[in-house]
């Protein structure tokens, strides 16, 4: 079993920056790989970046690449997403996901955290 809460979001201005954290309880967060995906009003929810068990594979969505980075400390059972030259486009409600090994979808999903960038 593994809890994840999302922490991090606020409202910050066109261009700005913003480091959002995924934090974890449980024994499987090591064995798990995880994403970060975001949810716009009126919007289905979408992938935005994901980083694998070991943290040597990391993939993104196209319209973040350059600007977000994702990271995990498995020491501290926290993964990270870095949103830099933030646009009003990245305002969503950010949620992470664990993928456990062997899993072949997202078992865990957090209760997601408000990012909001203004014109």
């Known amino acids: 079993q593994v809890q994840l809460v999302e922490s991090g979001g606020g409202l910050v201005q066109t261009g700005g920056s913003l480091r959002i954290s995924c934090a974890a309880s449980g024994r499987t967060f090591s064995s798990a790989a995880i994403a970060w995906f975001r949810q716009a009003p009126g919007k289905e929810r979408e992938f935005v970046a994901l980083?694998?068990?070991?943290?040597?594979?990391?993939d993104y969505k196209d319209s973040v690449k350059g600007r977000f980075t994702i990271a995990r400390d498995n020491a501290k059972n926290t993964v990270y997403l870095q949103m830099n030259s933030l646009k009003p486009e990245d305002t969503a409600v950010y949620y992470c996901?664990?993928?456990?090994?062997?899993?072949?979808?997202?078992?865990?999903w957090g209760q997601g955290t408000q990012v909001t960038v203004s014109s």
């Open positions: 996901a664990a993928q456990e090994s062997g899993s072949k979808k997202y078992d865990y």
């Open positions: 980083i694998s068990r070991s943290g040597l594979t990391i």
